[in-house]
């Protein structure tokens, strides 16, 4: 089993930025993809970013040059760095891992972009 701990989430004013981050725990391989994802009500989740375990990184094409995955590997911790934030940013962002081949979600947290 696997546990996805996030954290960083709130409000913040369009143009700033926020830092989310998430610790994984449990039985973790050393081969492994961590990600972002988010949600807005009625709509489906999306993919945000994902990182793997060597570094090689993934984004979403609209948000590529404003938000930033890393991940800490000694730690099992990925972070997502946000700058220029926009009201559609709004979301509730959720935290990934594909561990052996299982995907695992932490519980979500809410990030609101607005003046």
């Known amino acids: 089993q696997v546990q996805l701990v996030e954290s960083g989430g709130g409000l913040v004013q369009p143009g700033g930025s926020l830092n989310l981050s998430c610790a994984a725990s449990g039985s973790i391989f050393s081969i492994n993809t961590m990600g972002w994802y988010r949600q807005v009500p009625g709509k489906q989740r999306e993919l945000v970013a994902t990182?793997?375990?060597?570094?090689?990184?993934s984004y979403a094409d609209s948000l590529k040059g404003r938000f930033t995955i890393s991940r800490d590997n000694t730690k099992n911790t990925v972070y997502l760095r946000m700058n220029g934030l926009k009201p559609e940013d709004t979301a509730v962002y959720y935290c990934?891992?594909?561990?052996?081949?299982?995907?695992?979600w932490g519980q979500g947290t809410q990030v609101t972009v607005s003046s």
């Open positions: 990182i793997t375990s060597g570094g090689g990184t």
């Open positions: 990934w891992i594909n561990n052996r081949g299982r995907n695992y």
